[in-house]
C-alpha cells in the first residue's frame, strides 16, 4: 500500500467532536476520511449544513472516501423494505455531496423457516438499491459478517456478481476474516475483484470462533494476523483501492482525537511500500 490509499474511519475516535477528529486526522498525517454518517449527522443537526461539512473537509485538507450507517434490508415487510432502501439512497446523496464513492452496508436474513434461495434474493434486492444511487457515483461495499446470513468472503462476492451492478462490490476487513469462515484460499482472483474498499485492524491471538469482531480488534502489527501477506495477496491480483483503519477499542476512544490519530497513522506505516 502507499501513503495516499491511508484512510482513517471516524469510529476510531467517534467521541471526539466532528472537527475535533478531522484535525487530528490532518495532524496525524492522513489525507483520506471514511464516516459514521451519525457523526456527520450529528453535527449537521446542530444547525450546519452540508456545505459547512464540505468546508471542514477543505480547512483540513481532508477527502472524504465514504462512509457507513446501516444494511440494505432485503427480508423485511415491503413497506419496512422500502423505507430502508430509502434511507440508503439518501445516504448515497450525502456522500456524493462530501466526494465520496463508496457506502459500506451490511444486511439482513429470512426471518421464516423458509429463507428460499436467499444469495438470489440478497442479490436482486442489491441490485436494486445499486440502480438507485448510481446517479450518486457510490458503489455499495457489503460487509461479511454484518449479517446473520452471509458470512464469508465467498458469499459476499457471490451476491456482488449475481447483481450484475458495477456498483455493488464487498467490504474487506481482517476482523471479519478472522472470526468467519473465510479462508485465505477465498483470497483468490475472482473473489479479489469483488473488493471495493479494504478496512485495517488485526486480531488478539484468540480462536476466531471465541473473538469479538470489534472489541477484540488490535492495533495493525500489534496481533496474530499476517496482515502483510493478506494485504500482499489482495495487491497482487489487483486491489488498488484504500486501506481505512478502523478501530473500535476504548482505550483510544479515552484518549485526545490527536493522540489516538496519531498512533493509529504510525501503526500503518511498517505495511506501506517505501
Known amino acids: 500500500m502507499k501513503t495516499s490509499q491511508l484512510a482513517i474511519n471516524s469510529v476510531s475516535t467517534v467521541r471526539a467532536d466532528l472537527e475535533e477528529c478531522l484535525a487530528a486526522y490532518h495532524e496525524a498525517g492522513f489525507t483520506n476520511v471514511e464516516f459514521v454518517l451519525k457523526h456527520v449527522k450529528e453535527y449537521m443537526a446542530r444547525g450546519r449544513d452540508i456545505a459547512a461539512v464540505r468546508a471542514l473537509l477543505d480547512k483540513y485538507r481532508m477527502h472524504c472516501i ?6 440494505v434490508e432485503c427480508f423485511s415487510p415491503v413497506e419496512q423494505r422500502e423505507e430502508n432502501h430509502a434511507r440508503i439512497v439518501e445516504n448515497a446523496k450525502l456522500l456524493e455531496a ?34 438507485q444511487i448510481k446517479p450518486a457515483g457510490v458503489t455499495l461495499c457489503l460487509e461479511f459478517n454484518w449479517s446473520p446470513v452471509v ?10 456478481r449475481k447483481t450484475r451492478m458495477s456498483n ?18 477465498q483470497l483468490n482472483a475472482q473473489n479479489i475483484a469483488a473488493i471495493r474498499h479494504v478496512h485495517v485492524d488485526d486480531m488478539a491471538d484468540k480462536p476466531g470462533e471465541l473473538s469479538n469482531c470489534n472489541s477484540d480488534r488490535m492495533l495493525p502489527g500489534k496481533g496474530c ?21 478502523e478501530m473500535f477499542d476504548e482505550k483510544l476512544w479515552q484518549m485526545p482525537a490527536r493522540k489516538a490519530a496519531r498512533i493509529m497513522y504510525q501503526s500503518l506505516l511498517p505495511f506501506v511500500k517505501r
Open 66 to 71: 465514504g462512509g457507513f450507517e446501516m444494511g
Open 98 to 131: 462530501l466526494g465520496a464513492s463508496t457506502m459500506v452496508v451490511g444486511t439482513d436474513g429470512p426471518t421464516g423457516q423458509d429463507g428460499g434461495d436467499i444469495v438470489s434474493t440478497i442479490a436482486r434486492e442489491f441490485a436494486q438499491v445499486a440502480r
Open 151 to 160: 458470512k464469508s468472503l465467498r458469499t459476499a462476492a457471490d451476491i456482488a
Open 168 to 185: 455493488v462490490g464487498v467490504l474487506f476487513d481482517p476482523a471479519h476474516f478472522h472470526c468467519t469462515p473465510t479462508k485465505f484460499d
Open 225 to 245: 494476523l499476517d496482515l502483510k501477506a493478506i494485504f500482499g495477496q489482495l495487491e497482487r491480483n489487483g486491489y488498488r483501492g484504500y486501506y481505512s483503519i
